[in-house]
């Protein structure tokens, strides 16, 4: 297949899915212990556990970390099984990953009520090819799915980045606020940064910094 014709991945729903844990979990709020250092970026990643160190571990807006097992699903280490499972069609959206190369991921979330929450999702693949591609399919599908404004050449970001904005959510599409989305390829990576907040401005900002910090810590594309 080519890039723009693919089955459209699902990975929008993960936020859709944290967002009733902060609700219902009284531990979902609790800031992680520990916090992992960067690791070398002279090689690539060659397991999920290898990638975790290279994650942000703090956003500017200063939400406590949310503890990947006390989410639904749970965040952390992704396998293509793992990301398969968000699809209504598991075993369709298998087939879609390994078409684009996916190796392995890493989800980590912060939180404060379903009002105010940030997520970055970082992907490795095979080839630049299909991370790019990867990134490009999933900005549209959610931009198709929250009805939201998608940039394709965003001021101030790298290229080959897209920001979607959701100013005035539509009631039933999961979002209980002012939202942005920001999906870019790097190298053999896709890297997703998503926010909630007060208003769109604030959500634009939180993952345009959050964005350009991760970046930085993954190796150079």
Known sequence: MTPGRRPRPCRGVVLLAVLPCLLALPGCTRAVDGVPTAGSTGSLPESPEQLEPLLVTEVPS?????????????????????????????????????????????????GAGPASVTGVFVDQFETRAGASAYAEDLARNDAAHYAGVLDEDPRDLPGGCRLLSVEHPEPGRGLTGSAAFVWCGHGVFSVGVTAVAGSVDAAEEEVRAVLAEQLDRLPPR
């Not at 970390?65 to 699809?87: F, I, M, S």
């Not at 075993?91 to 190796?103: P, T």
């Open 62 to 110: 200063g939400l406590p970390r949310l503890q990947d097992d006390e989410l639904e699903p749970p965040a952390g280490a992704k396998r293509a099984n793992d990301v398969a499972a968000y699809a209504d069609d598991p075993a369709r959206e298998r087939d879609v990953l390994e078409d684009y190369g996916y190796r392995f991921g890493w989800e980590r979330f912060w």
